[in-house]
């Protein structure tokens, strides 16, 4: 190979590590074990609007079914900013003690309905979550509230 021509290579690689390097700059980036249901944690670069989303509970009998609920409504939630699960960074779940479970929070149940939206291969983003047991929400038979932050980035 003459001298100019891998001068040309050269130049191209460092070129487009420069580039991929901008890119990634610009991505959010989520360090998130396979097997955990969210992330340890997600960086969020300059540039980026933040959405915070006010905690949602939704019907049903239990812990699952009242999670998906509760998924559901946000999700349209996020939709009226065009916003998905998949720009989540950060969600608060907030679980009421089960009478059915001896009073203890279904962490299993909410979780049931949680990873049919996050970590799938559809959309498998995840992420940072706090899962606390409270005494009670308003709805008195509330066992599920969510809250979510979410980012996209600024136009």
């Avoid at 021509?5 to 690689?13: D, E, G, I, M, R």
């Avoid at 933040?50 to 949602?56: A, E, H, P, Q, R």
């Avoid at 349209?76 to 929070?105: I, S, W």
């Avoid at 939206?117 to 929400?137: C, H, M, S, Y």
Wanted: hydrophobic share 45%; net charge positive.
């Amino acid at each position: 190979m003459n001298k100019a021509l891998k001068y040309a290579c050269v130049a191209a690689l460092g070129a487009g590590l420069f580039v991929s390097g901008a890119v990634a700059a610009d991505m959010v980036v989520r360090n998130q074990d396979g097997k955990a249901p969210f992330a340890s944690s997600v960086k969020v670069p300059a540039g980026f609007d933040t959405y915070y989303v006010s905690g949602s509970t939704g019907e049903g009998t239990d812990t699952a079914s009242q999670t998906a609920a509760t998924l559901t409504g946000l999700k349209a939630e996020l939709a009226k900013h065009g916003l998905t699960f998949g720009d989540v960074v950060q969600a608060h779940v907030f679980l009421v003690g089960d009478p059915a479970k001896g009073g203890k929070m279904d962490f299993a149940g909410m979780n049931s309905s949680w990873l049919k939206e996050f970590g799938t291969a559809a959309q498998p983003n995840k992420p940072a979550r706090a899962t606390i047991q409270v005494a009670a929400l308003v709805g008195s038979s509330d066992l599920v509230e969510i809250e979510l932050v979410a980012v996209k980035k600024s136009r």
